[in-house]
């Protein structure tokens, strides 16, 4: 029998950046790309009437918002795995565009009962080597999630690691102090957490594999970007030409797979304009 | 199938790419055994000056007064500003007289054999993207992308290639690249508007493999092997070379390499003519 399977958002506005607009975004370009997936949103905020058929289902975030107090809202993440509505589930950041069919990722991830992509990728295809942002990981030895694209199934398995990373993410900074002795951030960070809880069940092999190019998505934070030196923002340094069949090409480099684009103001109300009426379009 | 080497030589008044051309097409001859050909607005030179019969045809073209200038280092310390005729290689897959040409800058100075298995090779268009500095401590970014953000950098220097419909494309694109080069300048974010094979053949790569990093062009047998102009070639005794290469951070100064057997690429076009005049 067929398990349902579908793609987790968790968005929360703050007061500079609708989080909800991104994540309708992601769901236009993954059903642009994707006609078949469906798409849930966890969210406590307004979603337009217009974009709300875009999502299968609506989920409020369960047992209360634990980042109420907080600007970057990551505190409640934990419990995707608790409200998911599918038994296999991919969950992604909002800030994401779905280029290309990934329906093939479902029979890889089928082999695994918790996945993390370790391997990610600039916008000229290069696999990121740079340890810019990931000095924590690097210098304590942690294994290098990143939680932007990351699966899991429902399984005891994958619960326990949910579990862990609940603990872990709600007493953060107890575990950064004996996890982490060089580089520690000074911010709670999912993909910190989860490298933690791997190291604590150790289960690396288990969650990730180093040698496959996918699941993976191309990560726009600029100083990784193999470029000379550090910049405050990759749109600084190269154009996004977004063009009317919804394609998509960053200083040239025609972008395919799962863009992070990283910088809230990337997303522009023509883009959101060119997916719905390519959707409506194919409606027709 | 017919092959060979094809070379382009349109002397400058500074320096003597005719002469370089004659001296590596004896060179393809003795490591590869195939025909060389040479396109030039040199014809009577040649005939005058050199032993014609070096090469299998002489194509002519028109002579040209270039716009394009730039300055050919002999050296740290010193240069001249010449004209750099080099807007003559995307006539190359018209005018071969080949079905698999082995198109080569006449300063990329065979020592091996190891080009014989590009003819062999079902690729049919084969190029360099990787190189190694003979000196080995300079930055190489500058050959690894166009520019800082721009694309992947392929050498022209050597192109391995046959004539099929896709390689015929390839050129005419190389072909509107330059025509529109100003354009492809901006839109590429290259640093300078100097027209440049190496920039005009990696754009269209890029293109040809759908905007993005792929397989349309493979990788020629080997290393390429370069020292820079501001490097000195002293001495050449069959595939054996003595370079001169410049000190890091010590302008002018220079510690002696020695190559055995490697191909390389000469940038230093006046210790090159040197090296020849003293054969």
């Known amino acids: 029998m067929n398990k349902s399977k579908g793609i987790l958002v968790l968005a929360q506005n703050n007061e500079k950046t609708s989080y909800v607009q991104q994540a309708c975004l992601l769901a236009l370009s993954l059903k642009h790309t994707n006609p078949d997936c469906k798409i849930s949103i966890v969210t406590d905020d307004s979603i337009s009437a217009k974009y709300k058929n875009l999502f299968d289902n609506i989920i409020e975030i369960p047992w209360q918002d634990d980042a109420q107090d907080t600007e970057w809202k990551i505190q409640n993440r934990w419990k995707l795995y608790h409200c998911s509505p599918y038994e296999q589930t991919i969950v992604m950041d909002t800030d994401m565009l779905v280029l290309q069919d990934i329906s093939t990722w479902w029979d890889f991830l089928s082999n695994y009962e918790l996945f993390f992509t370790t391997n990610v990728y600039t916008y000229r295809g290069k696999r990121v080597t740079g340890d810019y942002y990931r000095k924590a990981f690097v210098n304590n030895n942690l294994p290098n999630l990143y939680s932007g694209v990351h699966y899991f199934e429902k399984s005891d398995f994958a619960l326990e690691f949910y579990t862990w990373l609940e603990l872990v993410m709600q007493n953060w900074q107890k575990f950064y102090e004996i996890f982490i002795e060089h580089d520690r951030p000074t911010w709670c960070s999912v993909d910190v957490c989860a490298a933690i809880v791997t190291v604590i069940l150790n289960c690396e092999d288990k969650i990730s594999n180093k040698v496959v190019k996918f699941p993976s998505f191309t990560h726009m934070k600029p100083n990784i970007q193999e470029w000379y030196t550090n910049k405050d923002k990759w749109q600084d340094c190269v154009g996004t030409y977004f063009n009317n069949n919804a394609g998509l090409k960053i200083g040239n480099h025609q972008q395919t797979g799962i863009l992070h684009y990283t910088e809230n103001d990337f997303v522009k109300p023509y883009m959101l304009s060119t997916y719905y009426g390519k959707l409506e379009h194919d409606r027709k | ?279």
């Open chain 2, 1 to 279: 199938m017919t092959k060979g080497a094809l070379l382009i030589a349109r002397n400058n008044g500074e320096l003597d790419y005719v002469k370089q051309a004659v001296f590596l097409a004896k060179r393809i001859k003795k490591y590869l055994n195939i025909p060389t050909s040479i396109i030039t607005d040199s014809v009577d030179y040649i005939k005058e000056s050199f032993d014609k019969t070096v090469f299998d045809e002489i194509i002519k073209v028109e002579y040209t007064n270039d716009l394009n200038t730039r300055n050919f280092y002999d050296g740290t310390m010193f240069y001249k500003t010449a004209n750099f005729k080099n807007n003559y290689r995307i006539n190359a897959y018209d005018l071969s007289p080949y079905d698999e040409t082995l198109l080569l800058d006449t300063d990329y100075i065979i020592s091996n054999d190891l080009f014989k298995s590009c003819f062999a090779s079902s690729n049919d268009l084969q190029m360099f993207t990787k190189a190694h500095d003979v000196a080995n401590i300079r930055d190489p970014r500058e050959f690894i992308h166009l520019s800082e953000y721009s694309i992947d950098f392929y050498w022209a220097t050597v192109v391995f290639f046959r004539k099929t419909p896709t390689n015929k494309i390839f050129f005419d694109l190389i072909k509107h690249i330059q025509e529109n080069w100003y354009h492809y300048v901006s839109v590429y974010q290259l640093n300078s508007t100097l027209f440049r094979n190496d920039f005009a053949f990696s754009i269209a790569i890029h293109i040809m493999n759908g905007f993005s990093s792929g397989d349309f062009v493979s990788p020629l047998p080997g290393k390429h092997l370069y020292t820079i102009d501001k490097d000195i070639l002293w001495k050449l005794t069959d595939d054996k070379f003595i370079f001169l290469v410049e000190k890091k951070d010590y302008a002018g100064e220079y510690t002696a390499v020695s190559t055995e057997g490697q191909s390389i690429h000469v940038m230093n076009k006046f210790s090159l003519e040197r090296v020849i005049d003293n054969e």
